[in-house]
Every structure is written in structure tokens, then in C-alpha cells.
């Protein structure tokens, strides 16, 4: 139950994303093609581009701490017993929890300062723009805190218990030394490829 409902949250988040990223696209593309055929433009483009951006960089943020797609380092916690990745796992949740408050924090301040700014082209206010970092905050604590649930009720598998996961460049680095390793180790054996010695006469 708890993991389906993560699994529509990020999905949400993704159709977020997905909306945005097709606004920005027709207001560049947009944009492009009424200078260049017509002579004339899209005035907010450059604007609303921009903050789109920001705005989809803060959610595919979110989505990326579902995935665990964000970098770190498994060198000591994938050694560890599965009561010690447990115990990592919640630390450093409790850790993230921590720093997006902070992060909250520092965001709603910014955007109540500049609640009464006008954008110079759209004339929005400029607190649109940070206010990602709040719904960041508050879409990432949501999950933080519901991932937590899930270690601490017994939800998660021994794998999902690191909180780092490889990219597809790291496993293939690590498959091809591998396959060095075997290689050198073959060719320093006493026999080797090589034949044996025929007897001398």
C-alpha cells in the first residue's frame, strides 16, 4: 500500500515535469520561429523559460530521491550487516530531513521578501521563482519521510536498505575490471595458455 502510494506521488511529480518541459519547449521553439519567419516574438519566453527550468530541475530532484539516483557512496554501507544499513538509512534520512528544512526555510523566506517584486517582462511575481524550492522541500520531506517509514516497518529489501545506486557506467567499469582482473590472473598462472614442455632426448 505504502509503495504504491510513492510509486503515483513520483508519478505525479513526473507528469509535473512532463508538463513543464513541453511548455518550455513551445515557448523556445515558439520563440525561435516567430523571429526568424516573422520577424517578432514571444515576449516572457526568455523569462518563463527560465523559471520552467529551475522548476524542473527542483522536481526531477525529487523524483531522483525515489530512485536513489543521487550521487554518494556505498564503499562502507554495502559492507556493512543489514541491522547497519538500517541504521544508515535512517541517519541519513534524518540527515536529509534536517537540510530540507533548511532549505525550506531559507526558500519561504526569499519568496516572502520578493512577494511584492514584478518580474521585468511578465510583471509575475518574483516569488514564483522561489517558490520551487519550498514545494521541493515540501515533496522531498514527504518522501523522506515516508521512505523512512518503510525501513522502519520492514518494507525496504536488503538492496533498497543502500541508499545509492550505480549508474550504468560505474557497473560497466566495474564488470570490464573484473574481466582484467580474470585475464591478468589467468595469464601470471604457471601453466597459462602455454603448452607443456615435451621431454628432451
Not at 50 to 61: E, Q, S
Not at 73 to 80: A, K, W
Request: contains cysteine; aromatic residues 10%; charged residues 15%.
Amino acid at each position: 500500500m505504502l509503495n504504491r502510494f510513492i510509486d503515483r506521488y513520483v508519478q505525479f511529480i513526473n507528469a509535473l515535469i512532463a508538463f513543464a518541459l513541453a511548455v518550455m519547449v513551445v515557448l523556445v521553439f515558439g520563440n525561435v520561429v516567430m523571429r526568424y519567419g516573422f520577424n517578432s516574438g514571444i515576449a516572457v519566453s526568455e523569462e518563463l523559460s527560465r523559471w520552467l527550468f529551475v522548476w524542473i530541475t527542483f522536481l526531477g530532484a525529487v523524483a531522483a530521491i525515489k530512485e536513489n539516483a543521487h550521487l554518494g557512496s556505498d564503499m562502507l554501507v554495502s559492507r556493512l550487516p543489514v541491522l547497519g544499513k538500517k541504521i544508515c538509512l535512517v541517519l541519513g534520512q534524518l540527515l536529509m530531513l534536517y537540510i530540507t528544512w533548511l532549505f525550506f526555510d531559507g526558500s519561504l523566506q526569499q519568496a516572502k521578501i520578493n512577494w511584492d517584486v514584478e518580474a521585468p517582462v511578465s510583471g509575475l511575481s518574483v516569488a514564483i521563482f522561489y517558490a520551487s524550492g519550498v514545494v521541493f522541500s515540501v515533496c522531498a520531506g514527504v518522501l523522506l519521510l515516508l521512505q523512512m517509514l518503510r525501513a522502519l516497518t520492514g518494507q525496504l529489501s536488503d538492496a533498497d536498505l543502500v541508499m545509492v545506486k550505480e549508474s550504468e557506467e560505474q557497473a560497466e567499469l566495474e564488470a570490464l575490471q573484473a574481466e582484467l582482473a580474470r585475464e591478468n590472473a589467468h595469464s601470471h598462472s604457471p601453466l597459462g595458455d602455454k603448452p607443456l614442455p615435451h621431454a628432451g632426448k
